[in-house]
């Protein structure tokens, strides 16, 4: 079975702070992960997948297999990152499963 | 482009009643996924369809779900007779492989 755990519900940080968002994964083969942010009264939409590593919005996200976890970061938190950020792990026969979320709250 | 198109975007029913969802995937789109969001969770997958075809839908209540893809484009989700335990926003996602998904709007639903 996959499984994606995002322990923190909410995490509040500071304009200009280090965000860092976790996630930990747990699966037996080799999976694609991804983060999805949904802004307020927007829909869901990617962010980020480990595949391309790229950085988008200033937010990198690197895959440690070692420690099964795959946390989103940002050097400095602007007000507009604050959203519900999901970490998805697509595993065997491209089946996908989401976190439970983790609010981020930028504090002006 | 509209990208997916989810309708209706709310919906209040009382239990046992039946509700139907439907989802235009974005054009060209072969994979359409169906997902269930309670408060405060993430989005759990009910079903996947590639093209017409429904491959994963283990997930699915098939006691009171059913779903269909006619001709590989739009999809309708159906809870009947639904309980109060349904009440979530159910989303739809079509995705043109397997990875990167687009999400739509999704559906409030309310059983009172």
């Known amino acids: 079975a996959q499984r994606v755990t995002q322990p923190e519900k909410l995490l509040s940080v500071f304009k200009g702070a280090p965000v860092e968002l976790k996630c930990n994964y747990s699966?037996?083969?080799?999976?694609?992960l991804f983060w999805y942010v949904q802004y307020s009264r927007q829909r869901l939409q990617l962010l980020l997948r480990h595949i391309s590593r790229e950085s988008i919005k200033g937010f990198t996200a690197d895959l440690n297999k070692g420690e099964t976890s795959f946390h989103l970061k940002k050097p400095f938190a602007q007000e507009e990152d604050s959203a519900m950020y999901y970490c998805?792990?697509?595993?065997?026969?491209?089946?996908?499963?989401f976190g439970t979320g983790t609010k981020l709250q930028v504090i002006p | 482009e509209a990208g997916v198109v989810q309708s209706p975007r709310y919906k209040i029913i009382e239990k046992k009643q039946p509700v139907a969802f439907w989802c235009n995937p974005i054009s060209g789109h072969n994979t359409l996924y169906w997902y269930r969001q309670n408060l405060g969770q993430g989005p759990e997958l009910l079903i996947r369809y590639e093209n017409e075809e429904a491959v994963d839908d283990s997930q699915l209540p098939k006691d009171r779900f059913s779903a269909e893809r006619l001709k590989g484009v739009d999809s309708t989700l159906k809870i009947q007779p639904a309980e109060l335990g349904d009440s979530a926003v159910y989303l739809c996602?079509?995705?043109?492989?397997?990875?990167?998904?687009?999400f739509g709007p999704g559906t409030r639903l309310t059983v009172t």
């Open positions: 998805a792990l697509s595993g065997g026969y491209q089946k996908v499963t």
């Open positions: 996602a079509s995705s043109p492989a397997w990875d990167e998904q687009y």
């Open positions: 699966y037996s083969g080799s999976p694609e």
